[in-house]
T-cell receptor, first 115, second 113 residues
Framework: AQSVTQLGSHVSVSEGALVLLRCNYS??????LFWYVQYPNQGLQLLLK??????LVKGINGFEAEFKKSETSFHLTKPSAHMSDAAEYFC?????????????FGGGTRVLVKP | GAVVSQHPSWVICKSGTSVKIECRSL??????MFWYRQFPKQSLMLMAT?????????EQGVEKDKFLINHASLTLSTLTVTSAHPEDSSFYIC?????????FGSGTRLTVV
């Protein structure tokens, strides 16, 4: 079975500073990995996804993530935080053909952006 | 892009009544739909997976008689919370899986009083 661990339930960054959100996964087969953002009382919006193509994935709103198989990681970064980046971020994993391809989510990381 | 419409956005109901939540994929056919529950400041917990025309597969610990899921077509799935009680109050989110991947609805805030 696959699983995801997000290190740090809360991250506080200054506006303009680097945003780094950590995600480590566990999977016995090659995974598909995702990062989602959630604003209060809303659903999830896809930021980016890794599907076994390029290991460095660029997403929306200036975010990117790098798949590192040796470290079983898929950390999310953004060079310069904006106030609008304050939200909850979820890393998720799935594998093809298994149990209906359901997504398994990490615990989430809440990002606070200080002016 | 792929859009999933979830209604209602919020609902307040009396204890003992039933509530139906709809999840529609507007511009694509969803081979599979998923229903999640989210408690405050927590992650999403998968409740069940449904495929069009077949019975839903519930996760361990989820009462299938309380949370009825119907996936009548490739674009519509419904979750009915039967005989709702205050402990069923939560944020429910659906997700539809199509060719482009997973798309989430905007969620439904259920409050049972």
């Amino acid at each position: 079975a696959q699983s995801v661990t997000q290190l740090g339930s809360h991250v506080s960054v200054s506006e303009g500073a680097l945003v780094l959100l950590r995600c480590n996964y566990s999977s016995s087969v090659p995974p598909y990995l995702f990062w989602y953002v959630q604003y209060p009382n809303q659903g999830l919006q896809l930021l980016l996804k890794y599907t076994s193509a390029a290991t460095l994935v660029k997403g929306i709103n200036g975010f990117e993530a790098e798949f590192k198989k040796s470290e079983t990681s898929f950390h999310l970064t953004k060079p310069s935080a904006h106030m609008s980046d304050a939200a909850e971020y979820f890393c998720a994993v799935t594998v093809t053909g298994a149990a209906g391809n359901k997504l398994t989510f990490g615990g989430g990381t809440r990002v606070l952006v200080k002016p | 892009g792929a859009v999933v419409s979830q209604h209602p956005s919020w609902v307040i109901c009396k204890s003992g009544t039933s509530v139906k939540i709809e999840c529609r994929s507007l511009d694509f056919q969803a081979t599979t739909m998923f229903w999640y529950r989210q408690f405050p400041k927590q992650s999403l917990m998968l409740m069940a997976t449904s495929n069009e025309g077949s019975k839903a597969t519930y996760e361990q610990g989820v009462e299938k008689d309380k949370f009825l899921i119907n996936h009548a077509s490739l674009t519509l799935s419904t979750l009915t919370v039967t005989s709702a009680h205050p402990e069923d109050s939560s944020f429910y989110i659906c997700s539809a899986r199509g060719v482009a991947g997973y798309t989430f609805g905007s969620g439904t805030r259920l409050t049972v009083v």
